[in-house]
């Protein structure tokens, strides 16, 4: 039965964590967000939080393959890997408060490369302690590359970046 927790606990972490990133976005879609210049090849506002359910899910069902094969420690071969996991969830929820809270385009840009390499980390250190995670993390990958062109192009197309104040 603690086998179950750990499973259900690590797979709804990053999705519970993402609660409160999610709620400043929000707040901005309507207003900030709809008024800036976007590209036309942006997916629909509807989407995003489709697509991000089911990446925190699959990544956070990763994070707990990792955690059971590494020996259920951090003392062992899951350590490094669930060390970087951490990393970039932290860098994950962060761009959303830099790009949508402060405003601050160029920053969530760079923000997000860090985020890039991050992900490309676990997908790397995942795999030598379970292949099938690494696997998981992939379409993250993917999303969050094509998320770095998004945010790219929006700072070009909106220079100077509309900063608030820190």
Known sequence: MEIVWSAIVLTLLPWIGSLPAGMATRKQIKTWYNDIK???WRPPNLAFPIVWTLLYLTMGFASYLV???GGETLNGPAGLPLTLFAIQLVLNYAWSFIF???H???????????LLIGIASCVYTFKS???TA???MMPYLVWVSFASLLTFTIWRMNLPANKKKI
Not at 104 to 114: D, K, Q, S
């Open 38 to 40: 976007k590209p036309n």
């Open 67 to 69: 955690w059971r094969d």
């Open 100 to 102: 949508f809270y402060y």
């Open 104 to 114: 601050n385009l160029e920053w969530a840009f760079y923000e997000v490369i860090a």
């Open 129 to 131: 302690v379970n292949e």
């Open 134 to 136: 690494s696997y998981l």
